[in-house]
């Protein structure tokens, strides 16, 4: 028999198969949705089945079993076997048939050249000139050698002006002779920097004849290419744990007279000659594309671990039955209570919403990257807001879902057999890295507070389309209630209406505090909670839209449905969450919000049916999930107990601090009576 | 000279020193309102002096760098050094004392005895009779033997009608024979089961000529008392690592036919005699007091991990510069942000408050303790849904405030140098252990539906205290900003209308479903999520009048002066998180709401200068702490370095990995070129 959920298997618990053949929609289709096209979604099933034959590319043991150092190990040999027959299995040019086979084989703790490919490739492309691209960016790509990024230091995070390391000329010899002047200035947090890189490209400040030139990049050899011992020099190790990602050596760095020849300073943008004369880079943004790169994809990586949490919570909440709602019935699925739905359904759109947010920013991107090619930087400073906005409220959001997945399964979700707190653990690492979120929030801020200004100075209407509504009039009330089905536009417009009203309150304070004298930067930070509101509104605008475009954009009709009950329960869902802003000045009456409410509950009740068919259409299988709760078969409590039975404390009955430790205490306790 | 910071030593960072000296109030003096007055306060500094003194009392290298097994193991050691030394150090009967030596000792991890002391002896005491106390009491008081309490299974939490364990009475041996009729019937979690208890007390569904009597509970030998090994017909073990408390050995049990006399059921309450006589218990609400015990301390506990993280986020906000406010000044400290202000300040004002919440609790226990005595049970259905009300909330946004702690100190807040996330993985399974926080929110939501059912039938007046407020009238707008200072009363009727309307309407639409011919059960369900709601605005509404009860009652006025900052910043924060309700039916209105905003932002400065004392005033010491980025002395970066140091992986330059996988790799592929 064909059913429209292809995660349905023969021999499945019960529970969760009757969950599956109340799908409306064919969940391949679907996943075609979620994973760039069919023809993607397809080549994802087959690397898997490809990764399923091949039993050097499978975890050894559960990683919560092992030590650190265990761990390491496990995640090298599995690098070196994935090497191997990648070729096999994937076409090693598609950045995301890569992805997806790292996910499945690697796993998300890192690995030992998790940077070299996504910071040390890009940076000698970007930032070597051709001569040495000539000389390092082949031994790169095949890994003759493998290296890292080391911008930031134990003092200095994001301001890079500050950055303490030095690389003095020295005319004399032709080199630069690089140096750690104190613990600070100590490069620090460089992804496998610590014991898996043998070179680094180093941002360190370029002082020539005493005067400094500001940071520039260094390519430095760390290590023996032979012994991988560090060189004279360099002092070198790991940071230490972790709260995740504790596969990848994050390192620090520091450097004592180290000498590089002078051209081994990265010369694609800046340039210094033989003779000391120094040529400053041509454009200054040039820098951020990095950056701006990884956050780009960071949105889609991030509805990815949402999507997983919420898979394994969806799953175990069809399969555990606890309490009665008819008290003469049987116990009920905990997917049935509305409380778990409401702890869950919101963030199954969420992370659909995020999914389109992040295809649309990668479009954006690709676009701009062509667009500069040409000569044209115009939507740059659109594309670093949005992917600031983005970044920090997807991170941020995405969080919260799944902590609320997690604590949805109970006791079960506390323990690393549902592989919850690692997954979180992982994902929360990017409110912080490539730019902390609330600088990355006032980022998006300065770009809104300037489209302000633009519409006060009778601009509006140029600008560009992330912000057009900006210049664009509210209506005195919301009118949601109006056009009851489908009505996505009405909501748009209150989302577009409270995230204006913020945006001209936040600006309207930074400016008139200016005006009463505070100095701008004094008047910036007195605003900043209220900017940061603006921004936080903004994108969540965005992503709602984003959700709009593309239902808007589906044509098979039962997906549009199922999405459009998605789309729905998301509107609701968020305008309730940010009500306080639509309250004010009476924009959203108090019976709207009622209605707001009740739509809610109703979208919760539509969802219910598909709820498993949405979590298994992102095709997250067993072996990337690694999670016992999660699995797709539902056979949760027998193999808690076999992955209990591995735990390395059940190898022997009693362990050597019963006989060391607990029994001299009970018998010392016992000689006091 | 004398500050009135005392945390202030010679030699500490100056940073750190100048925030100290801004004090206006004595932090020994706040440490009493604290800790349980200035006895206590005083007691727990020289508790810490004393460990000081006693070298095997201290870890022998931090957790972070060890193993599962290591860290069992250091644990173990511990607990029997410290045992030793206990009664030079406190009296072993004063509880609080005890709970502080185990903080700095032991640490939040678990230990061998966590729950020997906080559930098997209370559940002998509670339900063994006399006889049987004499029989086991004071073994295990002595810790002759280690006991644990054994309730939840695999397949079930909270239902205990549902437990599947046997105990079935033989009445020919006069023995019960315990079986796991299934795997999900296994017992699984309770602490210190799987590999350090020799004893249990059993929770099983006692069957007497099968016929199910309900869950009884049973004292059972696990392990031969001199051999430490599992007795035939135990199946035992730990259940694995978790997200945190990873010393405490979680474990499951299973029983094949194994036998206990008849005389090991717990005959306090329901009794089995020889000839197969069953009396019931005279009061089921007593086999509760054990849970509203756990949770009534747990309201403070949960506000020492907040206090905890805050003590790290704000000491190391103070010492951390980052970027410019004045552009031609030195880089400020990251505390001069609104932006970190904001998400910081507002959670040590919530610390403040759970801790005020935490110490009413405890009061109020241990008077209904007393009334129960003397045989007045009326006050225990309050103390009840108070407990599961406030032990939800305080758990859940605290989690929210150690999140935004750690996230406050970008990447080094996500080393574990930092501890965060560690006291995060503690602190938040109490959103689940205790009663799952939905449960619980549901639980005190009926109380208030009971509530809601007299004022409607006209009993208004006659409600408890703690729900009086429900049988008041509100007034038809809030005055908040009518009596601008120290307004306290109007922010607390501001918060009595919205916990009082959002509960009649919750109720109402519970009611209405019934009376529209949906089943009881069902009509709870589809309300539930509005009774949550209505439950956690009545919980925050009683944190924010404990904590004006507590600003009140103070008498030194720079205490009550600089705890007045703190709970203006918390009534208006709080109301900010909660405006949606408020601004319904323009009981607020937006220009009010603009008022709270301005006072917000007001008070977050008006708290700045006191914000590390305020934290200091926890007196956390820099053992509890177990924090590099929380140190008292503010030194961080240097012992960051010198933490890093210590890391195994740093044992060895070049660790196994590289010469078994890097290099194939990397040879592999260069053979390709």
């Known amino acids: 028999m064909v059913h429209l959920n292809k995660s349905i298997r023969e021999g499945d618990n019960a529970d969760l198969t009757s969950e599956r053949l109340t799908a409306t929609f064919n969940t391949h289709e679907m996943a075609a949705h979620l994973h760039q096209g069919r023809h993607h979604a397809q080549r994802r099933r087959e690397i898997t089945e490809a990764i399923e034959k091949i039993p050097e590319l499978h975890d050894s043991q559960p990683y919560p079993f092992m030590t650190r150092e265990e761990k390491i190990n496990e995640g090298a040999r599995k690098l070196e076997a994935v090497t191997r027959h990648m070729e096999k299995i994937i076409d090693p040019n598609n950045a995301a048939e890569l992805f997806h086979l790292n996910n499945e084989v690697l796993g998300l703790e890192g690995n030992a050249c998790a940077l070299h490919g996504v910071m040390f490739i890009p940076a000698i492309l970007g930032q070597a000139d051709d001569e040495q691209q000539e000389r390092w960016l082949h031994r790169a790509v095949n890994r003759e050698i493998i290296g890292t990024y080391a911008q930031t230091e134990l003092g200095h995070g994001t301001m890079l002006r500050r950055l303490e390391t030095t690389a003095t000329f020295d005319k004399q010899?032709?080199?630069?002779?690089?140096?750690?002047?104190?613990?600070?200035?100590?490069?620090?947090?460089?992804?496998?920097?610590?014991?898996?890189?043998?070179?680094?490209?180093?941002?360190?400040?370029?002082?020539?004849?005493?005067?400094?030139k500001g940071p520039h990049t260094f390519m430095v050899q760390l290590?023996?290419?032979?012994?991988?011992?560090?060189l004279k020099g360099i002092t070198i190790g790991d940071i230490g744990p972790k709260m995740a990602y504790n596969i990848t050596d994050n390192g620090f760095l520091g450097f004592d007279n180290f000498r590089i020849p002078r051209r081994n300073m990265l010369m694609r943008?800046?340039?210094?000659?033989?003779?000391?004369?120094?040529?400053?880079?041509?454009h200054a943004k040039i820098n951020y594309s990095a950056m701006v790169h990884v956050r780009s994809y960071m949105i889609s990586h991030q509805a990815l671990f949402l999507a997983s949490c919420l898979t394994i919570a969806v799953r175990y909440s069809a399969v555990r039955h606890q309490g009665h709602i008819d008290p003469k019935a049987p116990e009920v699925k905990v997917l049935e209570y509305q409380t778990q739905q409401h702890r869950l359904f919101p963030h199954i759109a969420r992370a659909y919403a995020f999914n389109f947010a992040g295809a649309e920013t990668v479009r954006l991107y690709q676009k701009v990257l062509t667009d500069i090619e040409e000569g044209d930087t115009s939507l740059m400073a659109d594309l670093h807001a949005l992917t600031s906005g983005l970044k920090s409220?997807?991170?941020?959001?995405?969080?919260?879902g799944m902590e609320q997945a997690r604590m949805s399964c109970g006791g079960?979700?506390?323990?690393?057999?549902?592989?919850?707190?690692?997954?979180?653990?992982?994902?929360?690492?990017?409110?912080?890295?490539?730019?902390?979120?609330?600088?990355?929030?006032?980022?998006?801020?300065?770009?809104?507070?300037?489209?302000?200004?633009?519409v006060k100075q009778g601009q509006g209407s140029k600008l560009p389309p992330l912000v057009a509504y900006l210049g664009q009039k509210s209506e005195s009330t919301s009118l949601i209630d109006r056009v009851p089905n489908g009505g996505f536009t009405?909501?748009?417009k209150t989302f577009q209406h409270i995230a204006r009203r913020q945006t001209f309150s936040a600006a309207e304070k930074f400016v008139k505090l200016i005006e009463n004298g505070t100095p701008r930067e004094v008047a910036w930070n007195k605003s900043s909670v209220e900017l940061n509101r603006a921004s936080r509104l903004h994108t969540r605008l965005y992503i709602a839209e984003a959700f709009v475009r593309k239902v808007n954009e589906v044509a098979d009709p039962t997906i549009k449905d199922a999405l459009s009950d998605l789309l729905h329960l998301h509107l609701n869902y968020e305008l309730l969450d940010v009500a306080t802003y639509a309250l004010q000045d009476n924009?959203?009456?108090?019976?709207q919000l009622d209605y707001v409410r009740d739509q809610l509950y109703l979208y919760?009740?539509?969802?219910?049916?598909?709820?498993?068919?949405?979590?298994?259409?992102?095709?997250?299988?067993?072996?990337?999930?690694?999670?016992?709760?999660?699995?797709?078969?539902?056979?949760?409590?027998?193999?808690?107990?076999?992955?209990?039975?591995?735990?390395?404390?059940?190898?022997?009955?009693?362990?050597p601090y019963v006989d060391k430790y607990l029994k001299p205490m009970m018998k010392q306790q016992q000689s006091k009576i």
């Open 173 to 212: 010899t032709d080199e630069f002779v690089l140096n750690t002047p104190s613990i600070t200035a100590l490069k620090w947090w460089p992804g496998n920097l610590g014991k898996s890189s043998n070179y680094a490209v180093v941002v360190a400040t370029m002082i020539i004849d005493g005067k400094s």
């Open 587 to 591: 924009f959203l009456s108090t019976s």
């Open 223 to 230: 290590r023996d290419e032979k012994t991988h011992n560090p």
């Open 604 to 655: 919760l009740e539509k969802v219910r049916p598909n709820a498993v068919s949405f979590v298994d259409s992102w095709e997250i299988s067993d072996r990337e999930l690694r999670s016992v709760l999660g699995r797709r078969d539902g056979h949760v409590y027998k193999n808690l107990f076999e992955w209990a039975k591995q735990s390395p404390l059940n190898r022997t009955d009693v362990l």
């Open 393 to 400: 409220v997807v991170t941020y959001l995405g969080g919260e």
């Open 412 to 454: 079960h979700g506390y323990s690393q057999a549902s592989y919850f707190s690692e997954i979180y653990g992982v994902a929360i690492g990017g409110c912080t890295y490539e730019g902390e979120n609330m600088v990355m929030m006032l980022q998006l801020a300065r770009y809104l507070v300037k489209s302000v200004a633009a």
């Open 490 to 492: 009405e909501y748009i």
């Open 269 to 282: 943008h800046a340039k210094l000659d033989r003779d000391g004369t120094y040529t400053k880079p041509s």
